[in-house]
């Protein structure tokens, strides 16, 4: 361990504080330093990510549904399919992040058949597509284009964050759809309860006037969200990261992969405006899903109706989704095998962490492939 590192943003300081009036060297190498790091930074937003090869096999307007190219033999292969659902804000590469790093590899070499649904990145033409349209006009035909693409009988379905949520909701209004099993990560579902720290509480009434906002930009600025989300830790995600790139200068593996990282974080896309309208004020304030109040097209959404073999994950540092907003639904969904896990990490840890390669991602296949024929 190069002990001339710092090993927290106060000894960062310190140390530039103590080379700038030490000697002419040292500040030249702290300088030098500091300027590596920038580089580091900037090169970040062009880092080569989502690198395992996928075949596009349907789209429609701007959402895209991908078929990773397998990596074992058909008769190696789980017979049923796995689609990917991602949130609406940031991109779902966050799945594939770097080689050695990626969540879809690791599945493709345990014999897993996956997809991906990528939403793609709405434009002010898109304004008026609300939540309920990316269940039933994007997500059900997914659903459906895997199916037939696979030939298989039944899908599994893995949700991560708002991903999570719109699983939950396609389940629970489409009981006939043939669904094996339902994995959630970090699912924001009920908001009877909005602890401080969990993203929520900026969605409140007495903080947002959410008719003004999206009457105002229409869609909602993907870097509006990315803040609202980092104010919640704002010295651990405006001063500890760059405090972990400056740890990390020298060691080419790791700046590789805090760049992958950064990139996911930094690289937002703007959420339809009717979307988010919609969400905060039928999904949140009304907590209309959890309450079984929700209908969409005429069908009610209920969650007695999920009946799918059910893996509830949370993670129990989630500065965004709090745990009792994640974890009630275990007492609403008819399924006989569920099970929840709270693992000790963060809300994007718990995919892409180096504890998540070798604790969640080994789980997750050995629970579904054992319900994957």
């Keep these: 361990m190069d002990e001339s590192r710092p090993s927290t943003w106060e000894d960062f300081f310190f140390q530039f504080e103590s080379a700038t009036s030490a000697s ?21 937003l062009e880092a080569p990510v989502g690198l395992t090869p996928k075949d596009l096999v ?33 991109k779902p590469f966050i799945f594939d992040l770097a080689p050695g790093r990626s969540f879809v590899e690791y599945m493709l070499d345990q014999g897993f058949d996956i997809y991906l649904l990528d939403w793609g990145t709405p434009g002010p033409e898109d304004k008026g597509t609300t939540f309920d349209d990316y269940v039933t006009e994007y997500l059900y035909r997914a659903v459906r284009k895997v199916l037939r693409h696979s030939g298989a009988k039944e899908i599994s379905l893995l949700g991560y964050c708002l991903g999570a949520t719109l699983t939950v909701t396609f389940a629970g209004l489409y009981p006939e759809v043939p669904i094996r099993n339902i994995i959630l990560l970090t699912a924001p579902l009920d908001f009877s309860s909005q602890p401080e720290g969990s993203m929520a509480i900026w969605l409140d009434e007495d903080r947002l006037d959410i008719d003004k906002l999206v009457d105002t930009l229409d869609n909602v600025p993907g870097e509006l969200i990315r803040h609202w989300a980092k104010m919640l830790k704002p010295m651990e995600n405006f001063v500890g990261v760059y405090v972990n790139l400056w740890k990390s200068l020298g060691d080419e593996t790791a700046v590789w992969g805090w760049q992958a990282i950064n990139r996911w974080v930094e690289d937002v896309v703007p959420v339809a405006g009717e979307a988010f309208r919609q969400f905060v004020k039928e999904y949140v304030r009304e907590n209309q899903l959890v309450n079984d109040e929700h209908v969409i097209q005429g069908r009610p959404v209920q969650m007695a109706n999920i009946d799918a073999s059910l893996l ?51 789980e997750v296949a050995g629970w579904l492939g054992e319900r994957s024929g």
Aim: proline share 6%.
């Design 24 to 44: 002419n060297e040292a500040t030249q190498a702290m300088v030098s330093r500091a300027v590596e790091g920038a580089n580091a930074v900037v090169r970040s």
């Design 58 to 90: 349907w789209s429609l307007n701007k959402s895209k549904l991908y078929r990773y190219q397998p990596r074992q033999p058909a008769e190696e292969r789980h017979p049923v399919p796995l689609l990917l659902v991602y949130a609406l804000i940031n």
């Design 312 to 362: 509830n994950i949370i993670a129990q540092y989630d500065h965004l989704v709090a745990q009792s907003q994640a974890e009630s639904i275990m007492d609403m969904v008819s399924s006989k095998d569920k099970e929840l896990k709270v693992l000790p990490s963060t809300h994007v840890g718990i995919m892409i962490s180096g504890r998540a390669r070798y604790k969640l991602w080994p």
